[in-house]
């Protein structure tokens, strides 16, 4: 029998050298595997770095408090912000204020709740334009639910807008004119009644209608007929302003919502610019087409309170314009028809007036204050007047505003420059009258950017000297828009004309402010003039007037003198030039020139 039985010390060695082996072999095996986690982990970040770097969509990410500690490539791209700009900051830095306050509201209340919000927000990138972005936001939280950070992602969604907006438009858009079509309409008008409401305004629902306008589309056919219509739609977005409404009903019907109107008069002038637009011929091809509309016009809130009531009232009010002869507009109230029609009259009988010559200049003298005869006067100051063929001699207050409203303004402005120039150089030719001459300018014309031009033009033609010719312009009128009227009047004044601020007083302008302006005179308004002797007030504005033009060195005319007293204040306080019924009412150019003839043989 074997005594020596190796094999269980063996095994027993052998157990042992495995099962140390096998230890080590488990822990290189832990180590392996947590190698492997680590670069799995390693290769993971890897990954999302990648993600977070090569995204499309913009990522920011900021911590408890919402501050900004990360942000990606695309973020930089969309909003034009380096981390090193905005880190630490709150993203609220973004904004634009056009997101609805509610929006955020929704969002931090989803954000608490559920960890997780989606929506549109509007922001403004780093140079300033503002876009819509589709956004999505997470909070991260640790194990104990804490939240440890907010990611945001989002992609701009300009592109997607416009072209829902394409879409909303081919849906709400006539197709033809590209105005506003009758569903559109109704939401718009519905809309504007609600801000009419609550700004307690007047609007004016106009609906229009083409006279012979089927007739036309019989008889040339429709693709003629479709060309007028596109072309009254362009003149009707022409009459009005950018916050109006204008929508094609159907066929030859259009509707112009006049928004925030002072009051309902105030549609008539819109509707007598549409009428007047549409009017004119339209050239279409080789024909030359007439159309013209009659208007409706309903009045919120007299006329009614809702869409539907003031679109059936401005149907009927058109349907009483047409009966009326077209061409033609009608209130849906009576009372408010008198007025407009009246309105309507005046200026159609003035563009008449200007073609024939109806217009005439009347002149007033300006004496000096020190002057020793009252017969030849230092300057005249021009006023028009019209020669109406059935109501005589009518004064400029009672269509000089319509004028300036109508545009019509321009075209008698210019003529009563070029007249009054040419009436001061007959003089000079002769030998007799003022050496000056006095025109009025309205609002109208000083805007004009022409203006400057077209002075000089009429200075060269008649040979009008430095201070020959004296503009007029009323204190609201330099008052109403000072930068631009600085700039028209210095361009004046270069060409050599004297610059006067007439009816000096009625506004609110201080004469520090009107030295501002290149001037040289002061008109003292006649209703200071008029109560100088019996107003205390009165008179010591006017003295203190008086004094401070002087002293700022301006001249000083004052208007209205109608009596002695009134004449005798104003030259004791160094008064420069007079002007009123005591010393010469308006009167034509031959009357004045006959006097003076007769003064200067005389001499
Ligand atoms: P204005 O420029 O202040 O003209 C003075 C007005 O006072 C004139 O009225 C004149 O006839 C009147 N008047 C003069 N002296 C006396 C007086 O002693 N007593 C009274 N009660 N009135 C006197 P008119 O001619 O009716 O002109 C009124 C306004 O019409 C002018 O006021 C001027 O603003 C405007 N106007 C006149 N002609 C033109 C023009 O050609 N173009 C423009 N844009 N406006 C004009
Ligand atoms: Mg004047
Ligand atoms: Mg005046």
């Known amino acids: 029998m074997p005594i020596f039985r190796p094999r269980p010390l063996l095994s027993l060695i052998g157990r042992r050298l495995r099962r140390n082996g096998s230890a080590r072999k488990r822990s290189e095996d ?16 890897q990954l999302y770095t990648k993600i977070f770097e090569h995204s499309g969509e913009a990522i920011m990410v900021t ?39 509610e929006t955020y509201v929704a969002l931090w209340t989803a954000l608490q709740d559920k960890g997780y919000w989606q929506g549109e927000l509007w922001d403004r990138n780093r140079n300033g334009r503002i876009y819509p972005k589709w956004t999505t936001i997470s909070a991260i939280r640790d194990k104990h639910g804490t939240t440890t950070h907010f990611i945001a992602s989002f992609t701009d969604i300009s592109e997607r807008k416009a072209a829902e907006e394409r879409i909303e438009n081919l849906t709400h858009r006539d197709s033809l004119t590209g105005l506003f ?66 929508a094609r009903q159907g066929g030859d019907e259009f509707v112009v919502v006049a928004n925030t109107l ?6 008539s002038l819109v509707a007598a610019k549409i009428l007047h637009a549409l009017a004119q011929p339209y050239d279409i091809g080789t024909d030359r087409l007439h159309t013209s509309p009659s208007i409706g016009i309903a009045i919120f809130p007299g006329d009614g309170e809702d869409a539907a009531t003031l679109m059936k009232n401005a149907d009927a009010a058109m349907y009483h314009a047409k009966e009326q002869g077209r061409n033609n507009l009608q209130y849906f109230t009576a009372e408010l028809n008198a007025a407009a029609s009246e309105r309507l009259r005046l ?86 009258g003022p050496r000056r001459v006095a025109v009025n300018i309205s609002v109208h014309q000083l805007r004009n950017a022409g203006l400057v031009k077209r002075v000089g033009e009429i200075m060269q033609r008649y040979h009008l000297a430095q201070d020959e010719l004296e ?17 028209q009047l210095d361009a004046l004044r270069r ?53 401070l033009a002087h002293s700022l060195g301006l001249k000083v005319v004052a208007e209205g003198i109608e009596t002695e007293g009134q004449s005798r204040f104003l030259r004791a306080h160094g008064c420069d030039l007079l002007q009123g019924y005591l010393y010469g009412r308006p009167e034509p150019a031959a009357t004045l020139a006959a006097r003076w003839r007769v003064a200067s043989t005389n001499v």
């Open 471 to 487: 503009l007029e312009i009323t204190e609201s009128v330099a008052m109403s828009d000072p930068a631009s009227a600085i700039a």
């Open 181 to 246: 079509n009758r569903h559109n309409l109704e939401i718009r008008l519905s809309q504007a009644l609600l801000s009419a409401r609550r700004e307690d305004q007047f609007l004016a629902v106009l609906l229009i209608d083409l006279d012979r306008f089927k007739v036309i589309n019989d008889t040339l056919g429709h693709p003629v007929g479709d060309q007028l219509l596109i072309e009254v739609a362009q003149r009707l977005l022409g009459c009005v302003r950018e916050s109006d409404i204008v």
């Open 30 to 45: 832990a180590l392996a595997e947590s190698l492997g986690k680590l670069r799995e982990a390693r290769e993971a970040l």
């Open 63 to 101: 911590d408890r408090d919402n501050r900004i500690v990360a942000v990606n490539p695309a973020f930089v791209r969309h909003t034009g912000y380096s981390l090193e700009q905005i880190a630490g900051q709150n993203p609220r830095l973004l904004a634009s204020g056009r997101t609805p306050p």
């Open 347 to 432: 200026e159609r009988e003035l563009r008449l007036a200007l073609e024939q010559n109806q217009f005439e200049l009347h002149y007033q003298p300006q004496f000096a204050g020190d002057a020793s005869d009252f017969v030849r006067p230092q300057a005249v100051e021009a006023l028009i007047r019209w020669r109406h063929p059935q109501h005589g001699l009518v004064p400029p207050d009672r269509f000089i505003p319509v004028a300036e409203e109508s545009g019509l303004i321009e075209a008698i402005g210019d003529w009563v420059l070029d007249e009054a120039c040419c009436q001061l150089a007959e003089w000079k030719e002769a030998g007799i």
């Open 262 to 267: 002072d009051s309902p008069a105030m549609a």
């Open 495 to 547: 060409l050599g004309v004297m610059l006067a601020i007439d009816d000096f007083g009625t506004g609110y302008s201080s004469l520090a402010y009107l030295k501002r302006l290149p001037i040289q005179v002061l008109k003292l308004d006649r209703a200071f003039v008029r109560d100088i002797e019996t107003d205390e007030n009165d008179a010591a504005i006017s003295a203190a007037t008086l004094a």
